[in-house]
């Protein structure tokens, strides 16, 4: 119907006072929303960069079984030799390093306190890329060349009462049951994005853990990609490469270990859709104020159109196409305010921000404004503006015909 | 063949304490190319019997046929499409679209009875021109004068080639030369085709165009036939 498309774009422009302040209001909460969601988006990428960096890898392999033996029975679930499979998987275009650990918890005594701390051996040489989301707040990082050095967090650094140089003794029992006792010595302090990490987190060589649990084996493999956006592509293909294997392997992405980023997103989430309702509802106010408006005020033309022969249907559909070309006009210019304000904070270098909670830092936040967050702030204003000129528009189609006509 | 036809038509409207019985049992048949004024006093209900002829509502009881069609019980949809098929209107304010050029008022009709565009648009010019308006086909109503609007009005209500043409009070609110060459354009298009004329006025020297007057009083209608009345158009030029 392209008339009708027409008559309702002549209409929209007719009161341009009107139509602007509507138009307004709907890029007021376009924009409002987009942004919002784009610093969202942006504090999600970050936290997701972080965790999969500093701690989870972006993939994780175990023996089969691991989940559910973990706690009874670890030693039977552990990885022999894990370089052929390291070696295979590394192959991969896209992938960045792969590499192994085995962790342990035990008590940490240095000088006269003791701690509760989580111990995670790795290998030194496949370890590099780990690095570079921790920050080394004092010493320096761990060294292939230097077999009983380790890292530990901040937290844990001030629980210890320890300096860099100093020997950390952790205490632990081997697999066979015997406790058993080994000693790292300080190389470094580091801080990596979660506090709760820092206090009990210790990185060691993994030939100084494998020695205190008496084992040769790994507990699991890490995988990290050089793209997080990687991963669909190339989950499948590593699956495949594992399955050539006689032993048994399970693997879980980053995203099934890391509930602290689900719980963030899934709260942040939440607040997006709460602000995004209170957007929608100042539009659906904002134009159902207009379309009212425009009927009351064109009710003698409504009637001359059903006198013509204008269906109840045409007059519905004349004033959904105004609500609609409203909500179109209203978002197009979202996106661009959306984009222009993204640029301004760009160009001042980003909105300082304090450190979120449980984190250790805080950042220069910026407006990512993804496909997705703009779909959704598209989505959120037509919605509004569609249902809010349906009741207007149904009223039209039910103005009396007579009644419309007479002389006011 | 009568192509309106009233039976026992009533029509009243709910006023402070009682019902206002504006139409009371109205017996009346319209022939298929007449040209009947409806005159009456103000208030006399000139413009609800019309609006009964045209579809525009629905009489309390009694029967309404257009074009040998009943329309009690016609759904919303049939009404609409009877409207824009048989029926024209002109209305004493116009009733222009004010948004849309003088063309595209004329094409409206013609859009919502399904018409192809180019077609349309043909026929909007060729009648704008038979109006006299062939030189304002792109103005809005806004920048037209009222004989020039209701010149529009009139192409507008011929565009479906409607049999009947109904024009409540069309002078109304014209100078009196507009207002007859108004009149003398409606005399021209009914000798022109078999186009059936229902208008209603005041004006007595609107009357003299009409065939037949039905003059309208406590509800009835008075019918009485105005013979060879029927003007010249140099008459009042
Ligand atoms: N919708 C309505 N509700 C209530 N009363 C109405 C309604 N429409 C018309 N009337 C009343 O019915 C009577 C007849 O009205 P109608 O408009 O048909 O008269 P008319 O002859 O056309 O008058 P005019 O010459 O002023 O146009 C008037 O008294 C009017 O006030
Ligand atoms: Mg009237």
Known sequence: MPDLVFLSLRNI????????????????????????GGFIEFSFEGLRENTIRTQ?????????????????DLESVLITGPEEVEERIAELPGVATVTHRLTFSGLGTAGNATVNMSVVGVDLEGEQEFSDFEILVDGRPL?????????IGEELRNGLGARVGDWVTVLTSSFDGVINAVDFRVAGVVRSASREYDSVFAKVPIELAQRARETDKVERIIVLLEDTGDLPEL???????????DRKFEIRRWDELAGFYEAVVALYTGLFRVFAGIVGVVVMFSVANTMTMAVFERTAEIGALRAIGARRSTLIAMFLFEGLGVGLIGSGLGVAASWLLAAAVEAVGGIPMPPPPGMTQGFQAYFNLTGAVLLSAFAVTMVATLVSSVYPAFAASRIRIVEALQPS | MDIISLRAVSKSYPSADTRLQVLREVDLDV????????????GSGKSTLLNLMGALDHPDSGAVRIDGVDLAGRSDRALANLRNEKLGFVFQSFHLIPVLTAVENVAWPLFLKGVERRRRVARSRELLTRVGLAEHMHRTPGRLSGGQRQRVAIARALACEPKILLADEPTGNLDRKTALEIMDLFASLNRDGRVTFVFSTHDPTVVSYA??????AEGKVDDEPLGVTRHEDSAHA
């Open chain 2, 211 to 216: 065939g037949r007057r039905l003059s309208l």
């Open chain 1, 13 to 36: 422009f007719r009161n341009a006072r009107r139509t602007t302040i509507t138009v307004f209001s709907i890029v007021v909460g376009f924009a409002a929303m987009a942004c919002f």
């Open chain 1, 235 to 245: 989950l499948p293909r590593i699956e495949e490469i594992l399955a050539g294997f």
């Open chain 2, 31 to 42: 022939e298929e190319g007449e040209f009947a004024v409806v005159a009456g006093p103000s």
């Open chain 1, 143 to 151: 060294d292939p060349g230097d077999p009983e050095g380790g890292l």
């Open chain 1, 56 to 72: 989870l890898g972006h993939l994780q392999i175990y023996a089969e079984g691991y989940w559910e033996k973990r706690v009874s």
